[in-house]
């Protein structure tokens, strides 16, 4: 990828920012499938950049949802979304706006690339030391270790009174201080249907559902809640309190209920209703 469309991203602050990121990210307004179509041609045919950070930054929130499934590994979230943000750059300079589906259902896989290549590096399955108590152990544990194996029970009890520790802290930390990693992948003559042998990168991906459309549907879900509530707006305060009481809340008013509130008939609260619903059909169009 170029230097040029590197540059596009966005650079993900670390520490309690995140929040401000993200917050900043879900207010950039999503492109329709045309705009997307046309800016992605105009990238293509012309190498038009600014076209690029359009798509971009119009799916920096797709990234942010991908990226939180993978908060269970121990890693920053700044990092997480960081890595997913190259995934959608590369995605970006690929997508073929000739084929015929949305550029969020084709980034997936780059993105989650980019955030699985990120775990693979990084996340570490045996914590030996995750509290001070234990990093002084850890240290004093390895000062103490007079051989490889493990302790026997003399060892175990000698170590426990010289760290003035007891007997399980030592065989605990000695236990993860001579384990090994989990292989991220499993080998190649490892057998997959093994409920024993399973892998780590085995919990990567949630395949059950289709993650791009599931969002693609939740975006647009939000997306025309938005532009309802905008809409609704543009009525006067009678219409809103009769769209409001008739389809936006639970326990819906009759006809009669809002007419003997506005003082006319109920076929002129239908009238009212019929006329605020064409406007609003045609605000939505």
Not at 54 to 64: G, N, W
Not at 239 to 261: G, V, Y
């Amino acid at each position: 990828m170029s230097t040029n469309m590197q540059s596009m991203a966005l650079t993900v602050p670390s520490g309690g920012s995140i929040e401000s990121y993200i917050q900043a990210v879900s207010s950039i307004p999503m492109l329709s499938a045309e705009e997307e179509r046309a800016l992605a041609e105009r990238l293509h045919q012309d190498g038009d950049l600014m076209a690029a950070k359009q798509l971009i930054m119009s799916h920096l929130r797709f990234v942010v949802h991908i990226a939180k499934g993978y908060s269970g590994y121990g890693l920053p979230q700044a990092d997480l979304i960081q890595e997913g943000n190259i995934g959608l750059m590369k995605a970006v300079k690929r997508f073929d706006p000739t084929v015929g589906v949305r550029l969020v259902s084709f980034a997936v896989h780059w993105v989650k690339a980019e955030i699985h290549e990120f775990v693979l590096k990084n996340w570490r399955i045996v914590k030996v030391a995750t509290t001070k108590a234990q990093r002084k152990l850890f240290f004093n544990l390895r000062k103490s270790k007079k051989r490889l194996g493990w302790f026997t029970n003399d060892e175990v009890n000698t170590v426990a009174e010289e760290l003035g520790v007891s007997r399980a802290e030592v065989m605990e930390m000695e236990s993860r201080m001579s384990s090994q990693d989990m292989a991220f992948d499993l080998g190649s003559d490892d057998d997959e249907s093994s409920s024993h042998l399973l892998s780590p990168s085995q919990y990567l991906e949630d395949n059950s559902s289709d993650l791009a459309t599931n969002f693609e549907n939740k975006q647009w879900e939000d997306h025309s809640a938005n532009r309802l509530q905008l809409a609704i707006k543009t009525l006067d305060e009678r219409s809103q309190d009769i769209i409001q009481s008739r389809w936006l809340t639970e326990d819906k008013a009759t006809l009669q209920e809002l007419a003997n509130k506005y003082q006319v008939s109920a076929e002129r609260v239908r009238q009212l209703e019929n006329n605020a619903m064409k406007k609003l059909q045609a605000a939505m169009r």
